[in-house]
């Protein structure tokens, strides 16, 4: 965060060229923000800002939150979400306070890809930034939203559930279709349905279930 305080300025001569400070955060006047889908999370221990000369505050404070995000998992495992992280602050109105991003979406992008240093299951693919007024009680109030988009790695699943139902299903029509005596077909039968459930029971522990649609594997 950065934001300017025109009576917090001073001459850096007359203080032995001292150009900056370090104050706590309740010394001066910060903008009181928030995060709109935060369900829970870690509370910075990093309270403290920097002040310049010219009354530019500088405060850099990293979170660990937790947030809400509305999944669309039809095409699971080679889907695309979009999650939104929303900063408002409704305790002053857009006119009094106003939020603006310092760099574009494309620096923070970089930024956020050199942070985004593991190789889980998602992959960091775009971000965009939406700056807008949300009307509240009649009302306007300042909000950045950042849309983060995420691309699922779909490995894991294609080795442990699309290849091995695959091969079932084609053994099942292989011996559908093939010479064996009726018993055999029989045997053969109960075993693939016996996997097929093993493979369901799988299926239902590795689907996220947060989605009004089911995914298509899961259908099938």
């Not at 999650?83 to 574009?104: E, G």
Request: charged residues 15%; proline residues 7%; negative net charge.
């Amino acid at each position: 965060q950065e934001w300017k305080n025109p009576l917090a300025t001073w001459d850096p001569q007359d203080f032995c060229n001292i150009s900056e400070i370090v104050l706590p955060m309740d010394t001066y006047w910060s903008p009181p923000v928030f995060i709109m889908e935060r369900v829970n999370g870690q509370n910075p221990e990093l309270n403290y800002m920097v002040l310049m000369h010219n009354g530019t505050f500088n405060s850099t404070r990293p979170f660990q939150v937790t947030l809400t995000c509305s999944l669309i998992i039809l095409k699971f495992p080679f889907d695309t979400q979009t999650c939104n992280l929303s900063v408002a602050s409704f305790l002053y109105p857009v006119t009094d306070f106003v939020m603006k991003t310092r760099r574009t979406p494309a620096e923070i992008m970089t930024d956020s890809q050199s942070f985004f240093l593991t190789d889980g299951e998602w992959k960091f693919t775009n971000l965009s930034i939406i700056e807008y007024t949300e009307m509240l009680d009649d009302k306007g109030f300042s909000v950045v939203t950042y849309l983060i988009s995420m691309e699922r790695r779909p490995t894991l699943y294609i080795l442990n559930l699309i290849l091995p139902t695959c091969a079932l299903y084609l053994l099942d029509m292989a011996v559908l279709f093939g010479p064996s005596s009726l018993e055999e077909k029989i045997n053969f039968q109960i075993a693939i349905i016996l996997g097929s459930s093993m493979l369901a029971v799988i299926l239902n522990n590795s689907l996220p279930t947060s989605s009004n649609k089911p995914p298509i594997i899961g259908t099938h």
